[in-house]
């Protein structure tokens, strides 16, 4: 088959059923967590995760492409009419998007966010589909040491990203690759950590762990760390208004800038769509005729970072599609649900299961499409939602993470494996722990120890085998640099140091 | 020409909430902005962190040693990654009580690219320990009744319970609420996903 037959097969395996139905709730589902603050895009995927249990896996991976999709955009809502982000990368849309809004401009701020945001997110799919398929090619060639080099830079590299502290981020990714140790060993059959619970044998449950280290962690800190109350909507009457062809013109410059720096960001995994939307606020700004307008109400300066915030997905999808390395902890979850429907996350996701890439592809260009119509018809249900009193949503969040972990296969240990995660996600966001490193470890700890194993029964022991391949010596070698990276700036920061105060004691 | 950048780039770490502080509110507190501890000075919590790390990877470490070695057809076996990974903790924990001796107080460890912030990250209000441990217990609680006393049974006192830890739930609310959330919930799960739902003692008399 080939590319365009694949391509067309997706979509109608996308459209087929109630596709179009499930894409448009996962969408509604986004943008109204998204708007609420405390429910980032990841934590709305993990919400979402009980409910894909009854659904196909392409189908649960575009539920859950929509959902991220729809928080994209749900963030600015609040962020534009309450001066309140309701995602951390709606923030930078706030510096304009609510002066615009108390300029009585809300509408259109939405409308420029809704439309901009479509537009990177509809580029980055394109370079996505593009990346993806050449990056492939190349990954087919790896072999097991490669394979395993490649976990284990991904691994290093997100786990020296997503935290404040690299040596917590490292423990915080071992943690995750040990979770997938426990249970029954699949090459030997020896059991490891169940502690003669025959519950255990077959392993911790991801999704629980996972809804446990997102979900549950981040109610627990609503609960215990009480915020002031929502702001009010500065403008009356919150609705869109699609922009003028005039206007769509004037932010062009800042939609491009905005699509670059997404995508750009979003390929590097970690790097996330805060710094992505920042980043293309200042350089809109930079490359602006206009730009004493930003912080003074540009509509420049919510379409930039909207663009920005949106093209990341695009961006994140292509490490992780290829490379089976998620950039992000949405991608993550995908990669998550993947294994829930018995799919190995991989670099061969591609090569094993086309049909599921090619799935989301189209379902990624659907879900962009319907957000603009969906965005309208949900704007008043998030107003409504973020009219919700905090503990009412705490409340029934919690709820529904205890039934929706026990559906999973109806088992009572699973809503008590994500209370316990979420205790253990409590402390480490509390004490500066990556709990996305973790969940790194848990999608690829399965396959990294797998194929450390495979590449020495090939080698017959020798560990030479990784370094005799010159793929997996520079993938190791990088990881080694990632390593090695904070010990060197550290020292040099030092030793600098020391010169500048040695300095006026030597002139004196 | 690009003009002078309004926020530095590249993105330092939370310059998303300096950035938008400076526009909001300067004076509220802010975790991504607060400072862990003095610098030049000893944090007790990270050499506590460093060693319970240690403590946590040798335990890793000495149940490891428990699982089978590895074999000809198999040189590691199901013991080795285990025993890496806990040693690697180990390890870690060793370097952050180090590292906070050598370079007491600095973002010293900061990856390469740590710039990028963590999503999730908010503003929010001083820790409450009695609302944690009673989310916690009640939470706790119901998971054991879950399945004893059946979903319809047991979810409307535990969302009351949440609303009463948190606090600041009206009266109205707090009748109201648990109930219209079991249900909905219960008809999602039972009706809209086909999922069995335990019914405990109601099982029986529901008439589905």
């Known amino acids: 088959m080939g590319f ?11 459209l087929s059923g109630y596709g179009v139905l499930i894409m448009a709730a996962g969408v ?95 580029i980055s799919i394109i370079v996505l589909i593009a990346l993806v398929l050449p990056l492939g090619e190349i990954v087919v060639h790896f072999g097991s040491p490669e394979t395993f080099a490649l976990a284990l830079f991904g691994l290093t590299l997100i786990a020296g990203l997503s935290g404040p502290s690299f040596l917590k981020g490292i ?106 939307s920042f980043v293309a606020y200042n350089e809109a700004r930079r490359w602006s005729k206009r730009p004493e307008l930003f912080g003074k109400g540009s509509l420049e300066g919510v379409a930039a970072p909207e663009t920005a915030n949106n093209a990341v997905q695009g961006g994140d999808l292509v490490p992780t599609l290829a490379l089976g390395i998620p950039g992000s902890n949405s991608a993550a979850i995908m990669l998550a649900a993947l294994l829930l429907h018995g799919i190995m996350p991989g670099p061969f996701l591609l090569t094993k299961h086309p049909d599921l890439v090619f799935t989301l592809f189209a379902g990624l260009v659907i879900v962009n499409l319907l957000m603009i119509p969906v965005g309208i018809v949900v704007l008043r249900l998030c107003l409504l ?61 399965v396959l990294a120890e797998s194929e450390l194993r495979r590449s020495l029964i ?11 391949r010159p793929v997996c010596a520079v993938l190791l070698f990088l990881t080694l640099g990632v390593l090695l990276y904070p010990a060197f700036m550290t020292a040099l920061r030092h030793w600098r140091a020391r010169r500048v105060a040695a300095a006026p004691a030597a002139k004196s | 020409m690009p003009d002078k950048p309004l926020i530095p780039c590249p993105v330092p770490r939370g310059a998303e909430t300096s950035a938008v502080a400076a526009t909001l509110d300067k004076t509220k507190e802010n975790p991504l902005t607060e400072t862990p501890h003095p610098r030049g000075s000893l944090s007790y919590l990270e050499l ?49 009580a180090v590292a906070e001796f050598l370079f007491r107080g ?41 399945d004893p006393l059946g979903y319809l049974l047991a979810t409307p006192p535990y969302i009351a319970a949440i609303l009463l830890i948190h606090g600041g739930a009206r009266l109205r609310t707090l009748l109201i609420t648990p109930f219209l959330v079991t249900i909905a919930l219960y008809a999602a799960f039972r009706f809209g996903l086909l999922i069995p739902v335990p019914d405990g003692p109601l099982e029986g008399i529901l008439p589905w």
């Open chain 1, 4 to 14: 365009l037959e694949h391509l067309f097969a997706g979509f109608v395996s996308a």
């Open chain 1, 28 to 122: 509604a589902w986004g943008i109204v967590g998204g708007a609420i603050p405390g429910i980032s895009g990841a934590v709305a995927m993990a919400l979402a995760l009980p409910f894909t249990f009854a659904l196909d896996a392409p189908t649960a991976l575009i539920l859950l492409a929509g959902v991220w999709a729809g928080a994209n955009y749900g963030g600015s809502i609040p962020a534009i009419l309450m001066r309140m982000p309701g995602t951390p990368a709606s923030a930078a849309c706030l510096l304009d998007g609510y002066v615009l809004a108390q300029q009585g401009r809300a509408a259109k701020a939405l409308g420029v966010s809704l439309i901009c945001g479509t537009i990177g997110a509809l």
């Open chain 1, 171 to 276: 423990a915080s990714g071992f943690f995750g690759l040990l979770l997938t140790t426990v249970g029954l060993d699949t090459l030997t059959g020896s059991m490891r950590f169940t502690f003669g619970s025959s519950e255990l044998l077959t392993g911790i449950d991801t999704i629980s762990v996972m809804i446990g280290l997102f979900a549950v962690s981040e109610m627990f800190y609503l609960i215990s760390h009480p915020s002031r109350p929502a702001g009010e909507v500065v403008a009356g009457k919150a609705g869109t208004a699609f922009p003028s062809l005039r206007e769509l013109r004037d932010v062009g410059r800042a939609t491009f800038v905005g699509t670059i720096v997404g995508l750009v960001v979003g390929i590097m995994p970690g790097a996330g769509a805060t710094a992505s």
């Open chain 1, 385 to 445: 939602a973020l009219k919700l009193d905090p503990p009412v949503l705490i409340a029934s969040i919690l709820a529904l993470i205890v039934i929706g972990t026990y559906a999973g296969d109806l088992f009572v240990l699973n809503p008590v494996q994500a209370l316990i995660f979420g205790v253990i996600g409590y402390g480490m966001r509390i004490w500066g722990f990556s709990a996305a490193a973790t969940v790194l470890g848990i999608v690829l700890g």
């Open chain 1, 458 to 468: 090939i080698s017959h022991g020798e560990w030479s085998i990784f370094v005799t």
């Open chain 2, 48 to 96: 506590v962190l460093g060693a319970f790390l240690v403590v946590f990877g040798g335990v890793i470490v000495a149940l490891s040693l428990e699982i089978p070695p590895g074999v000809e057809t198999d040189p590691l076996g199901p013991r080795f990654f285990p025993l890496a990974l806990g040693a690697g903790i180990a390890l870690c924990g060793v370097l952050l």
């Open chain 2, 106 to 146: 600095e973002p010293s460890m900061a990856g390469p690219l740590s710039d990028a912030s963590p999503e999730g990250e908010e503003d929010s209000g001083p820790f409450s320990p009695a609302r944690f441990l009673g989310a916690i217990g009640a939470t706790a609680l119901y998971i054991a009744a879950f």
